[in-house]
C-alpha cells in the first residue's frame, strides 16, 4: 500500500482517507447515515477542511505521531496548491473517477465518500448521462 504525503506549513504529512478519517468526518459534520453523505451535491469550504483535517489526522495516527494542530491552525496555513494536492491524493486513494472502460473521470452510479468532492461536472464522454 502507498502512503501519501503533503508538504503542510513546511512539515511533511501523511494523508490518509480510511474509514478511520471517514467516521472522524461524519461525527463532525452530525452525519449518522450514510446516505446522506453528498446528498445535496454541495461541499463547503469547512466541510473541505473537516476532510482534510480528518485524513492528516489519521495518516500522522497511523506514523505513530499525533497532528498537534486544530482545525483553525491547518486553516492558517494552508494554501490553495495544499488544496489541490489534497484532492488529488484523496482522489487516489477513494479510487474515484475510473468507469469499468477505464474512461477517468466517469461514473456509472454516484458513490457516497467519492462524490463528495467530484461536484456534478460533466462525463468525460461529454454526455450527461441523460440519454437525450
Known sequence: MKNY?????????????????????CEEKGIDDLSKLGEDGNV????????????IKEGERMEGRKFELTKEGLSEI????DITSFLK???EQCGGGDDVTGRVGVSKKRTSSNDLFQGDSARADGH???GV
Open 5 to 25: 504525503y503533503l508538504s503542510i506549513g513546511g512539515k511533511k504529512v501523511r494523508v490518509e482517507m480510511n474509514w478511520n478519517a471517514m467516521m472522524t468526518f
Open 44 to 55: 463547503t469550504p469547512r466541510d473541505l477542511l473537516t476532510i482534510m483535517y480528518s485524513a
Open 78 to 81: 494552508v494554501r490553495p496548491s
Open 89 to 91: 491524493i484523496y482522489k
Open 128 to 130: 450527461d448521462g441523460s
